[in-house]
């Protein structure tokens, strides 16, 4: 008996799974090892995001009368009778933390959701989440004991006692490989330093796509975990945080130890109280020092303290000398 053809890839991957899982048509068997294969082909990564911004505009268009149409429907009645247990979970739970309710979701990969909830709402988000992410099944994680070691890390956290989270993570909600690069940029911000939205653009060679770098931290899906509180204003004003919660952003920059201070926009980081680090050297200076004027925005990071800058591998500048000339006792960042 013949066997059905399967379309392979020049890496020796079937495109068919590829494109199944655009669809969220795999089984959880066959998810694992198109993931386990992504992990490793960026070309498969690529393709499987252009099918499904190929079936995320199919699926937007509107329903004429047409061939077109048709096959729309026919996707969609191929996603709605999809079961649950064919389709990933995402798993979800509200956590009363320090800086109010946060809902967290994760998959078999990793956390890949953390959202601040409205405390007048909290049943709103849920139903946003499933209207929007159709190809999940959600389950409640009431009591759940991989939630709990979460929050407890990310308690840790809030309260100045645990300066990094070593969550597993999931990026499935990650709107783009642009989104992604960004994020990833993010990342790799310090904790205790901050950049601004130039300066990211600028780490991802891109220093003209400023506003989309907003936007693609604007809806960050793991905030904290991935710190984009971190992101500031070229002029130091705190902005686009979850929306516009400009005073949460405050307050967990100064769990880090970043000070910040009233301005006409709202808050900015107190940059007269920040030592400026040279990446490109790994030098930190005084806030005005000859040496740091004029660097650009990628290769600058403003550092709450000498011991954070010396922690990440810097060294005191020769010229204005922090080490002699510190700009404030080192003291324990504020606790909640």
């Known amino acids: 008996m013949p066997t059905q053809k399967r379309n392979t890839l020049a890496c020796g991957f079937a495109e068919d799974d590829i494109i199944a899982e655009a669809l969220g048509e795999n089984s ?7 993931r386990s294969h992504l992990t490793a082909c960026p070309d498969c990564t690529q393709r499987l995001e252009q099918y499904k911004q190929v079936h995320f505009q199919l699926r937007s268009l509107p329903a004429p009368e047409t061939g077109l149409a048709a096959a729309r ?3 969609d009645r191929q996603l709605t009778h999809l079961t649950a247990d064919a389709r990933p979970r995402l798993v979800l739970s509200i956590w009363n933390s320090p800086v109010g309710p946060l809902r967290i979701g994760t998959t078999d990969r990793g956390v890949a959701l953390v959202e601040f909830v409205s405390p007048d709402d909290p049943d709103s988000g849920a139903r946003r989440l499933r209207e929007k992410f159709a190809q999940f099944s959600f389950e409640q994680a009431e009591g ?3 939630h709990t070691a979460l929050t407890r890390k990310l308690e840790a956290y809030l309260n100045g006692s645990r300066q990094a989270l070593d969550w597993a993570l999931d990026d499935v909600l990650m709107r783009s490989d642009f989104q992604r690069q960004v994020l990833r940029a993010a990342r790799e911000i ?4 901050l950049t601004t939205y ?3 653009a600028e780490r991802i060679d891109q220093p003209k796509a400023v506003r989309a770098v907003a936007q693609a ?3 960050n899906p793991l905030p904290i975990r991935i710190p984009c509180h971190r992101i500031v204003g070229s002029n130091g004003s705190l902005t686009g945080y979850a929306g516009n919660k400009i005073a949460l952003k405050r307050d967990i920059l100064a769990v880090e130890g970043i000070p910040t201070v009233p301005s006409r926009s709202g808050f900015a980081i107190a940059q007269d109280q ?4 040279r990446q490109a050297e790994r030098i930190f200076c005084r806030p005005h020092c000859e040496d740091a004027k004029g660097i650009r925005a990628g290769n600058r990071l403003f550092i709450a303290s000498r011991t954070r800058a010396e922690a990440i591998g810097y060294a005191p500048c020769g ?3 922090p080490d002699r000339r510190p700009l404030h006792m080192e003291t324990e960042p504020s606790l909640f």
């Open 274 to 277: 920040l030592y400026v680090g």
């Open 217 to 219: 931290l604007r809806y």
């Open 319 to 321: 010229v204005c000398r």
């Open 144 to 146: 759940n004991e991989g």
């Open 28 to 34: 959880q068997l066959i998810r694992q090892k198109v």
């Open 198 to 200: 130039l300066g990211l």
């Open 190 to 193: 310090p904790y205790g330093s």
């Open 73 to 75: 429907r026919a996707l």
